[in-house]
């Protein structure tokens, strides 16, 4: 059970308060068909904890979803009635619903997803087909991680229930060469024993991906965890490490997807983008939290699109770098509080740990370079971060983040002076255009800064009035 609260844009709202509490509501529900009692009252008792906190944080809409277990319980319409009486409308998912809100969950945060996704809970594992940003289909299997058990019998019970969803959906053909995208905690969890065993460099685990051939390691890691997980993941969560890499060991095999991917979001932001305007779901939802990012921390209004054309005269980037740059470019003020010996350091934090979605690991690490090098920090110093990225990549994007370091220091972060200044690439030079009578704005810092751009790039630096 989770209550998350959100605020900000709607196209990528923000978690400013999440709680979850394990309460085991599918526990043995296979065998009973019933709630167990203690599972109820620890549900409810958690159910007027959030209502009293939702009515305190003065949430204006909440939305209350239930999923399997309650769905598939003998007494699930009777819970709700008790839930109700708590002053919350509960709204119990059909198995299609809850697979399609998975669905779109993944598309909210991987806006170009094109595989399978599956949405593993305590009660059911939700399959749905995703791309062409919508969902098509969906199918839900009592296969949660509370109700299998990984024992040869259980094995082989969840491979049979498995098969014949496949074969009786026309799922199995729809995954083979395509991407499998994992949804739920306890999919989330085996990422991050992966990441663990791989001394993977960033802690995140939103499109962290793996080859299918390494999914039989990572059954054999989750099923004797190293004990430092227990450090970064919550017990109950290793206790269901070994179902969940066996569900997903059985997966592989039968659709035999080309990689898996893992989304952060699910069911709660599939919601929130289901509910979204057509015009609002196009939008970047990277670019749109930058940009709101980068906006509250601004020193004198947010130019980071006016600082992105500003430099972009200078590189003939692809798409999707063009759109990389101006990320980095809208989170270039974050760092102007922190003391210049710690600025470097804050971009880079940001650009790798940020609550950022619709971006790959390669891609955070791209910004980080453009953020040190804007900084005054030529270097990532992980090297690790290094083998994530495509070494001319991060080269362009040292010199986007010297362009940005140039254009900072020209204009002192005021949008007005980048409206009344170009730079541009002429005849073998990087020319800096000032208007006429402005040519102090050029100091002995900026020269500094023109002269490194320009050496960087091969070319000579310039000034010129007009």
């Not at 309460?23 to 296979?30: F, P, S, V």
């Not at 460099?201 to 991906?209: K, R």
Request: overall charge neutral; charged content about 25%.
């Amino acid at each position: 059970m989770r209550l998350v609260v959100y605020a900000g844009s709607e196209r990528i709202p923000t978690p400013i308060f999440n709680e979850k509490v394990l309460a085991g509501l599918g526990t043995r529900i296979e065998q009973t068909g019933r709630l167990s009692e203690s599972a109820r009252e620890k549900a409810l008792e958690t159910l007027r904890r959030f209502k009293l906190l939702i009515g305190h944080m003065k949430v204006k809409r909440t939305h209350v979803m239930a999923t399997a277990a309650i769905r598939d319980a003998k007494d699930g319409a009777d819970f709700v009635r008790q839930i109700q009486k708590i002053g919350l409308d509960c709204e119990v998912l059909s198995a299609e619903e809850e697979a399609q809100l998975a669905g779109m969950g993944v598309l909210s945060g991987i806006p170009d997803a094109d595989g399978l996704a599956g949405d593993l809970g305590g009660g059911s594992l939700e399959l749905v087909d995703v791309s062409g940003g919508g969902v098509d289909g969906g199918v839900s299997l009592p296969l949660g991680v509370l109700r299998v058990e990984t024992s040869s019998s259980g094995e082989k019970a969840a491979r049979k229930a498995l098969k014949a969803a496949l074969k009786q959906n026309g799922l199995r053909d729809h995954g083979r060469d395509r991407s499998f995208y994992l949804v739920g905690g306890s999919w989330r969890a085996l990422a991050r024993i992966d990441m663990l065993t791989r001394d993977y460099p960033l802690p995140v685990t939103h499109e962290y991906s793996l080859p299918p051939k390494r999914i039989a390691e990572l059954r054999r890691n989750a099923t004797a965890p190293d004990p430092a997980l227990a450090k970064i993941i919550a017990p109950a969560r290793l206790a269901t490490a070994p179902v969940a890499a066996m569900l997903l060991d059985l997966l592989v095999d039968e659709i035999e997807p080309s990689k898996i991917v893992v989304s952060s979001f699910g069911i709660r932001e599939g919601l929130l983008y289901s509910k979204l305007k057509p015009a609002l779901r196009k939008l970047d939802p990277l670019l749109e939290d930058a940009r709101e990012f980068g906006g509250g921390e601004h020193r004198f209004g947010q130019h980071g699109d006016l600082l992105d054309e500003w430099i972009g005269g200078l590189f003939k980037d692809e798409p999707e770098m063009r759109r990389l740059r101006l990320a980095a470019c809208l989170l270039a003020d974050v760092a102007w509080q922190a003391s210049p010996t710690f600025r470097a350091d804050r971009g880079i934090e940001m650009a790798l740990h940020g609550n950022w979605v619709a971006v790959s690991p390669a891609e955070r690490v791209i910004i980080a370079q453009a953020l040190s090098s804007s900084f005054g920090r030529d270097r990532l110093s992980d090297e690790r971060l290094l083998d994530l990225c495509d070494r001319n990549a991060l080269a362009r994007a040292h010199e986007w983040g010297l362009a940005m370091r140039l254009g900072q220091r020209l204009s002192g972060g005021v949008s007005s002076v980048l409206q009344r200044t170009g730079l541009n690439a002429k005849d073998g030079t990087i020319e800096v255009r000032v208007q006429r009578g402005e040519e102090a704005l050029v100091g002995e810092a900026v020269e500094r800064r023109l002269v490194r751009l320009a050496e960087t790039l091969g070319r000579e630096p310039s000034v010129v009035s007009a």
